[in-house]
T-cell receptor
Framework: QKEVEQDPGPLSVPEGAIVSLNCTYS??????FMWYRQYSRKGPELLMY????GNKEDGRFTAQVDKSSKYISLFIRDSQPSDSATYLC????????????FGAGTRLFVKA | EAQVTQNPRYLITVTGKKLTVTCSQN?????MSWYRQDPGLGLRQIYY???????DKGDVPEGYKVSRKEKRNFPLILESPSPNQTSLYFC??????????????FGPGTRLTVL
């Protein structure tokens, strides 16, 4: 079983839709949860990070962590064609020296 | 501009022909890492370096070598490439690995095809 599971998609939505991207994980030691966005032919860029459980909001993006269920989500409100990219969840723990484990990434298409 | 650069961006080679992919960062970061990205498998770490002359294996180190002689550079060496090393490779750097979280800055990627 992979430490981090992420549905690869692709996920196709119309412009303006609310998008929900999710990851599950098995290692209860994970404390830091990140979302990276990767445009085609580019390297990943950090979009948001969250520590432990709870929500974090940044503009149209909301990151949620439910440690009891080992489940994290990224919500995108009012999705735009420019949001079309691959979204990778990532996690790390102090044990293991903060090594980052990445999900496989979900490819998102937002249609105009 | 703060960035991680990689060269070459695209490379087609043949089995057994030694190659080097260069990586350089201008942010004075201590930590550097190499990943490969394959469909359905995500980013898998090949090697990482905590500082100059300090390197260690990641999850998939077989067939690869690295060196860290200068803080800014972290080349990836394939001594005898094989077709199963065909992949998209990313170099990444971050200020440190011992802080609360570790934002990594990625290079643009190197697409390698081994025939």
């Amino acid at each position: 079983q992979k430490e981090v599971e992420q549905d690869p998609g692709p996920l196709s939505v119309p412009e303006g839709a609310i998008v929900s991207l999710n990851c599950t994980y098995s290692n209860s030691a994970f404390q830091y949860f990140m979302w990276y966005r990767q445009y085609s032919r580019k390297g990943p860029e950090l979009l948001m990070y969250t520590y432990s459980s709870g929500n974090k909001e940044d503009g149209r993006f909301t990151a949620q962590v439910d440690k009891s269920s080992k489940y994290i989500s990224l919500f995108i409100r009012d999705s735009q064609p420019s949001d079309s990219a691959t979204y990778l969840c990532a996690m790390s723990a102090k044990t293991g020296g903060f090594k980052t484990i990445f999900g496989a990434g979900t490819r998102l298409f937002v249609k105009a | 501009e703060a960035q991680v650069t990689q060269n070459p961006r695209y490379l087609i080679t043949v089995t057994g022909k030694k190659l080097t992919v260069t990586c350089s960062q201008n942010m004075n970061h201590e930590y550097m890492s190499w990943y490969r990205q394959d469909p359905g498998l995500g980013l898998r770490q090949i090697y990482y370096s905590m500082n100059v002359e300090v390197t260690d294996k990641g999850d998939v180190p077989e067939g690869y070598k690295v060196s860290r002689k200068e803080k800014r550079n972290f080349p990836l060496i394939l001594e005898s490439p094989s077709p199963n090393q065909t992949s998209l490779y990313f170099c990444a750097s971050s200020a440190t690995l011992t802080s609360s979280y570790n934002e990594q800055f990625f290079g643009p990627g190197t697409r390698l095809t081994v025939l």
